[in-house]
């Protein structure tokens, strides 16, 4: 169990050793490196083509199904479309920005995956406040997006970068007063430390998860849903929404630009999902004890594969909001729930764990102003709906 | 409460998603090169014409009498009558075509064309895989020409009618051709 659980750290220690002493943590490193871009970047095709796949399903139709077995080499075909597409760059364009931008947005999203512990001791680097550093680098896709919209010289880009600009900004505060409280827990804001913290299983079974708590479970949503908005996927996509904006700050971008525009969102979808899984879902925890024999980073691979599938699936449902919509939601809505969740898991903190009472009254302190928030928070108060498709 | 729909709406794409993998009724898509669907009686596509007989160019029914061509909306067809005459079926001297052309890149398969010939020569194609890997868009006499048994084939019930008419009409001819040698000659 060991011996596999420990195969990439055993493997990235051996061929390191290879290496003469003088450069050795040069290589180490480089090794690290090399293999979460090979082990994310195999995860990016292969998401695009299951991405495709099952919104296809979801709509009723099979997906891409052309090339390979089962249009497993979608991507490929993909990269060699985009590849040898023609790189066009507008006559009036910042050129020296424009050029900039796809990479200012993939470079930082590669360096959120530093901190993310994958498995047993494996983070590529064990840094004691991993989170400040990923939600730090995280907001720099902010300013490539900006970029790219400006430099572009074109009113969608630039309507599409102003929509990205107000969203991520509104949306990174939810999002980090989402994980605050979890910081709470674990008393410490590195990464593994907060793995660590949620190990053991309470009444024998109970994972010691995040979510399984009422400030846990409310954490989580808030987070998924910050989550989707900061990685501008459906339903919070304004920025590049095609049948308003053409393609938002995306419009003016071609061939490999636009490729590596895709790679940096998904990757940041990918970053952010990671830290989803480590702060709420235990990270590469087991879910029971007799589960244990499998190895870490196959449990951290399964949550984090499902909870892509289920931001796919959220996009095959929702519709895009509108922007002041998106922007209230955020404000009036997630916001003030996600100050009332850092008031209860102060409250669960200081209650003794009398499990019973302690539960009932912390969901009871969220699932109220959830209730009151959810009428009342556009200022209207909404008349009972009929939704004639869905019934 | 605020989140039902949306728990709903997940519902229903779950439902979709699972259903697509064995309800035949979910996932309805056709895929076209392998698979195809029926084709169907009243499909039409472009014109074509119809000759009798085994040779294609001398069993042509169409006399060039351009009402096609005049009444073409997308004025798609060229005719050039042809300056010998042939016995038609009834046995009437008719001119013929010597060119038929259709543009293909200008056709917009109305049927019109169809509608208007007097002689049941021109009607509409079924066939719809059309492309090709040169520009010829332009049909010529001996592309468009098809047996009777090809329209017979493509659309039963027009063809049944027509035949019936012709021979009905041939059956006259036959008659007045059996009665009115006699004052004729006389």
């Known amino acids: 169990m060991n011996a596999v659980d420990q195969i990439f750290v055993s493997t990235q220690h051996w061929l390191a050793g290879l290496a003469p002493a003088s450069v050795r943590p040069l290589v180490s490193m480089l090794l690290i490196i090399a293999g979460l871009m090979a082990a994310f970047g195999t995860c990016f095709a292969l998401t695009t083509v299951?991405?495709?796949?099952?919104?296809?399903?979801?709509?009723?139709?099979?997906?891409?199904?052309r090339v390979g077995p089962f249009g497993l080499f979608q991507p490929l075909a993909d990269a060699i479309k985009m590849l040898t597409k023609e790189d066009i760059v507008p006559f009036s364009a910042d050129k020296i920005l424009h050029f900039l931008a796809p990479l200012a947005l993939t470079v930082p999203v590669w360096l959120?995956?530093?901190?993310?512990?994958?498995?047993?001791?494996?983070?590529?680097?064990?840094?004691?406040?991993?989170?400040?550093?990923?939600?730090?680098?995280?907001?720099?896709?902010?300013?490539?997006?900006?970029?790219?919209?400006?430099?572009?010289?074109?009113?969608?880009?630039?309507?599409?970068?102003?929509?990205?600009?107000?969203?991520?900004?509104?949306?990174?505060?939810?999002?980090?007063?989402?994980?605050?409280?979890?910081?709470?827990?674990?008393?410490?804001?590195?990464l593994p430390d907060i793995v660590q913290a949620q190990s053991g299983f309470a009444l024998g079974f109970v994972p010691h998860w995040n979510v399984f708590t009422p400030w846990g479970l409310a954490g989580f949503a808030l987070f998924l849903i910050a989550a989707t908005a900061e990685s501008n996927r459906c339903p919070f996509d304004l920025?590049?929404?095609?049948?308003?904006?053409?393609?938002?700050?995306?419009?003016?971008?071609?061939?490999?630009?636009?490729?590596?525009?895709?790679?940096?969102?998904?990757?940041g979808l990918f970053a952010v999902t990671g830290l989803a899984v480590t702060l709420f879902l235990g990270g590469w925890q087991a879910p029971a004890q007799w589960l244990e024999w499998l190895p870490s980073w196959g449990w951290f691979a399964a949550k984090f594969s499902a909870l892509i599938f289920l931001f796919i699936w959220v996009r095959a449902t929702l519709p895009r909001l509108r922007l002041d919509q998106l922007l209230n939601f955020a404000w009036k809505f997630l916001v003030p729930l996600a100050l009332i969740n850092l008031f209860v898991a102060a409250v669960w903190w200081k209650f003794p764990a009398a499990?019973?009472?302690?539960?009932?009254?912390?969901?009871?302190?969220?699932?109220?102003?959830?209730?009151?928030?959810?009428?009342?928070?556009?200022?209207?108060?909404?008349?009972?709906?009929?939704?004639g498709y869905a019934e | 409460m605020l989140g039902r729909g949306i728990l709903r709406g997940l519902i229903e794409t779950w439902r979709n998603f699972q259903g697509s993998y064995y309800d035949p009724e979910r996932l309805t898509t056709v895929q076209y090169p392998e698979e195809k669907l029926p084709p169907q009686e009243n499909a039409r596509?472009?014109?074509?014409?119809?000759?009798?007989?085994?040779?294609?160019?001398?069993?042509?029914?169409?006399?060039?009498?351009?009402?096609?061509?005049?009444?073409?909306?997308?004025?798609?067809?060229?005719?050039?009558?042809?300056?010998?005459?042939?016995?038609?079926?009834?046995?009437?001297?008719?001119?013929?075509?010597?060119?038929?052309?259709?543009?293909?890149?200008?056709?917009?398969?109305?049927?019109i064309c169809a509608e208007v010939c007097p002689f049941d020569s021109i009607k509409m194609d079924r066939v719809f895989e059309l492309s090709g890997d040169d520009r010829r868009m332009v049909l010529r006499m001996s592309d468009l020409a098809k047996s009777n048994d090809y329209f017979r084939q493509i659309h039963p019930t027009e063809a049944a009618a027509v035949d019936a008419a012709r021979a009905e009409e041939q059956r006259k001819a036959q008659a007045k051709k059996g009665a009115s040698p006699v004052p004729a000659a006389s």
């Open chain 1, 50 to 65: 299951l991405e495709r796949k099952t919104l296809g399903r979801m709509q009723n139709r099979f997906g891409p199904n």
């Open chain 1, 112 to 190: 959120a995956f530093a901190v993310l512990p994958f498995g047993r001791n494996m983070s590529a680097i064990e840094l004691d406040a991993g989170i400040l550093f990923f939600f730090a680098i995280g907001s720099a896709s902010e300013l490539a997006v900006f970029m790219a919209g400006w430099s572009s010289q074109n009113k969608y880009s630039l309507v599409g970068a102003m929509r990205a600009i107000a969203q991520m900004i509104s949306y990174e505060v939810p999002l980090v007063l989402a994980g605050v409280p979890v910081l709470m827990a674990a008393g410490s804001l590195s």
């Open chain 1, 239 to 267: 920025p590049e929404g095609e049948s308003e904006l053409i393609a938002g700050y995306l419009t003016e971008y071609s061939g490999f630009k636009y490729a590596l525009f895709f790679l940096g969102e998904y990757l």
């Open chain 1, 355 to 387: 499990m019973a009472i302690r539960w009932l009254l912390c969901a009871g302190l969220l699932a109220v102003p959830y209730v009151w928030l959810g009428r009342h928070w556009n200022g209207v108060t909404p008349k009972p709906r009929h939704y």
């Open chain 2, 45 to 111: 596509t472009i014109p074509f014409l119809i000759y009798d007989g085994q040779d294609p160019l001398a069993g042509l029914r169409c006399t060039a009498c351009s009402i096609c061509a005049v009444e073409c909306p997308a004025h798609c067809i060229e005719i050039v009558k042809d300056t010998a005459k042939r016995p038609d079926y009834l046995g009437k001297m008719q001119f013929h075509p010597k060119v038929f052309n259709i543009d293909m890149a200008v056709c917009m398969e109305c049927g």
